[in-house]
């Protein structure tokens, strides 16, 4: 069974910077597409920033110009780049990706445990 493995969450001031990394708990799987989500206590849950199998990204309107998302397939693993935090961007951050068998070729949507990013002076 693959899971996804997200790592890079934690603390900051505002202003400063996180990586968010996921990757899928064994490599041979590849990633088709990946999206990384948001939801802060209250809130529901939303898209922050996604990457097509073509590598179109699109960001939600708050994180423009700030965020980055980003794959490396030569490693199987998606980022995502978070500059010039806020503290409204505290939330835990959660990856959506869809991964193919290398063999079947088959693809289906996984979820990450999700990471706390907390931005606060």
């Not at 990384?36 to 423009?64: C, F, H």
Request: charged content about 20%; overall charge positive; glycine content about 10%.
């Amino acid at each position: 069974q693959v899971q996804l493995v997200e790592s890079g969450g934690g603390l900051v001031q505002p202003g400063g910077s996180l990586r968010l990394s996921c990757a899928a708990s064994r490599s041979i799987f590849s990633i088709k597409s990946m999206g990384w989500y948001r939801q802060a206590p209250g809130k529901e849950r939303e898209l922050v920033a996604d990457i097509t199998s073509d590598g179109s990204t699109n960001y939600y309107d708050s994180v423009k110009g700030r965020f980055t998302i980003s794959r490396d397939n030569t490693k199987n693993t998606g980022y995502l780049q978070m500059n010039s935090l806020k503290p409204e961007d505290t939330a835990v951050y959660y990856c959506n990706a869809r991964l193919v068998h290398p063999i079947t070729r088959s693809d289906n949507l996984y979820w990450g445990q999700g990471t706390q990013v907390t931005v606060s002076a």
